[in-house]
């Protein structure tokens, strides 16, 4: 129900006034993140040409805060992944 590939972290003009980037801009502030949904649901996978329902909704909501743990507890992992991503997309 996620998909990486669609996520995008360029600034955009049209969004510099957005909170995520005034917080970047003004404190630094490197993670900041916005989840979005739609109500058609995922266009591939397992579940694709489904609508989203409420246990969809909430299991990324719990793999997203399971993510954030791991992303604060777990440095060693955390580096292994920022490495992969770099070397997937430079």
């Not at 916005?34 to 489904?50: A, H, I, Q, W, Y």
């Not at 990324?60 to 997309?89: H, P, W």
Request: aromatic content about 12%; proline content about 2%; hydrophobic content about 40%.
């Amino acid at each position: 129900m996620f998909c990486f590939e669609g996520c995008c972290f360029g600034i955009q003009k049209s969004k510099e006034a957005c909170g995520r980037q005034v917080m970047w801009r003004e404190f630094n502030l490197i993670n900041s993140y916005t989840l979005e949904s739609s109500f058609m649901g995922p266009n591939r996978g397992v579940n694709s040409n489904m609508h989203f329902n409420m246990k969809m909704l909430k299991a990324v909501g719990r793999d997203f805060c399971q993510t954030m743990v791991d992303f604060v507890m777990n440095s060693d992992l955390t580096a292994k992944i920022l490495a992969e991503l770099k070397v997937r997309y430079p």
